[in-house]
């Protein structure tokens, strides 16, 4: 049942992002025009478009229950892990749908001409935009389109690690997925989280990722403590061989000593 309901969960996850992908991938090759979008171009680009507070719960609420069907906490310090995790998307849906803190921010200590329209929040895109490198709204297609598929790949990596934890019914698992890396869900929300920074960058979230990144890096460390305590050489064995996070640039049948 709990497996039903992952994979449900992550089909409308993708939905919802194919969407995003689409949309984006339309406007960068000139299909569709940013003022067709929800809101209409005004509105993307000058228009208030926070205080939704509503589409704020949403999206908090989505972001959360897909990574809890994917990394359910079964300890204490797993919680406060995912804590950190809950407080970043908190402080990233509240400036994108709620109060643009860092746009205010970035207005009153830089000078930066920013409108409170939606596509301005996307500052990775204004920032290419001001660069002269292409229009907002084709470096506001290109930010959608390349978050959207670094989110991708983040959910590709949890759900096919949780596929192979739960298929292996509690004994050891090294093939699959975690020939490449050890803690492949752990990787997947690390690049989830940097897909939403590369679509919606703020000073509290760039602030938060390191931390983020550091707590999953200390919470993997500890599992294999625990790992080697049940399994062993085994386990000690696989480690030798398989990187930790990063997956190795090495041929395969090369023994890889990577810890990152």
């Known amino acids: 049942m709990k497996k039903f309901l992952s994979n449900l969960i992550a089909a409308g ?29 005004h509105h993307l680009f000058t228009g208030y478009a926070y205080g939704n507070w509503g589409a704020t719960l949403l999206s908090i609420g989505i972001f959360s229950v897909f990574v809890l069907s994917f990394l359910t906490p079964l ?4 919680w406060r892990t995912l804590g950190i995790y809950e407080a970043f998307i908190i ?6 749908y709620g109060f643009p803190l860092t746009i205010y921010v970035l207005s009153a200590l830089f000078g930066l001409n920013l409108s409170l329209g939606h596509a301005q929040g996307h500052l990775l895109g204004v920032l290419i935009s001001n660069a002269g490198l292409m229009s907002m709204e ?21 759900s096919k690690g949780w ?21 492949p869900q752990y990787l997947g929300l690390i690049v989830l989280t940097i897909g939403l920074l590369i679509q919606w ?3 509290i979230t760039l602030a938060m990722w390191p931390i983020l990144v550091l707590m999953y ?3 993997a460390k500890r599992e294999e403590r625990e790992a080697i305590e049940a399994f062993g050489g085994i386990y000690e064995e696989y480690m ?15 023994e890889n000593q990577v810890i990152l």
């Open 13 to 41: 996850f993708i939905l919802l992002m194919a969407l995003a992908l689409l949309s984006g991938i339309s406007v960068l090759l000139g299909y569709e025009k940013l003022g067709n979008i929800e809101g209409g171009g």
């Open 75 to 78: 300890k204490k310090q797993n």
């Open 91 to 96: 402080a990233l849906f509240s400036e994108m």
């Open 138 to 158: 084709a470096s506001w297609a290109l930010v959608m389109v390349t978050s959207s598929a670094v989110i991708f790949l983040g959910l590709f990596l949890m």
């Open 163 to 183: 596929s192979s934890i739960h298929s292996g019914n509690g004994e050891l698992v090294t093939d699959g997925i975690y020939r490449y890396v050890r803690h």
């Open 201 to 203: 960058p703020t000073i």
């Open 217 to 219: 890096y200390r919470l």
């Open 240 to 254: 030798l061989r398989t990187p930790m996070l990063l997956p190795s640039l090495r041929k395969k049948g090369m």
